[in-house]
């Protein structure tokens, strides 16, 4: 099992987010996190990846890759750097080879020796993309994945997500950007009320 809800709700400060939610996921699953801005979405993205400890109910997430706001790359590394940089902080070593593959497949090869930080948002973000490709993680858990990205840097998302869940891979995503993968099912956050119980 990659990833089970049950009654899962999360806090902040002492203050109850969302209404529990249960969610059972099956291989080849997208599931599309709804619910308006401040529902805590993000929140129960960043729980799932141990990120965030204040909730209630329980989870089973297992082998998964967490992609947040931030493309978390160092900006005075090259795309190449970052890649090879990813894969040494999780015992693993990419060849040469590996990493252009993935960049090709990004759109992002001929950038593969300039700084990221000479890179617009949208390209830094294709950047990160490529980092799952070289993933091993079945589950991904992705917070807003179509940010900085144009339209075409949209349909390659789509395609990419598209190929993860037909290989038997899992996405669960919070996005105002619908989903176009499939048949994304729907997990739907709703903001706690004060007065009602947790």
Not at 47 to 66: E, R
Not at 88 to 103: C, D, K, P
Not at 127 to 154: F, I
Request: hydrophobic share 40%; with cysteine.
């Amino acid at each position: 099992m990659l990833l089970q809800l049950k009654d899962l709700s999360c806090q902040r400060d002492d203050r109850v987010l969302f209404e529990p939610v249960n969610l059972t996921v099956a291989p080849g699953d997208c599931v599309e996190l709804l619910g308006p801005n401040g529902a805590g979405k993000s929140t129960l993205l960043r729980t799932l990846a141990g990120l965030h400890g204040q909730y209630t109910g329980a989870f089973w997430c297992d082998n998964f890759l967490f992609q947040g706001h931030r493309v978390a790359l160092d900006e005075l590394l090259t795309p190449i750097e970052n890649l090879r940089w990813f894969g040494a902080i999780n015992g693993h070593q990419f060849t040469h080879e590996q990493m252009r593959e993935v960049l090709a497949k990004v759109d992002m090869l001929a950038m593969a020796l300039t700084p990221c930080q000479k890179l617009s948002q949208g390209q830094q973000r294709r950047v990160s993309m490529a980092r799952w490709l070289l993933d091993s993680a079945k589950l991904w858990l992705l917070d807003e994945p179509y940010t900085s990205l144009d339209k075409s840097g949209q349909q390659l998302l789509n395609t990419l997500l598209a190929a993860h869940c037909d290989a038997g891979g899992v996405v669960l995503a919070a996005t105002h950007n619908p989903l176009t993968v499939g048949h994304p099912r729907a997990l739907q956050i709703r903001p706690h009320r004060p007065g009602e119980d947790a």
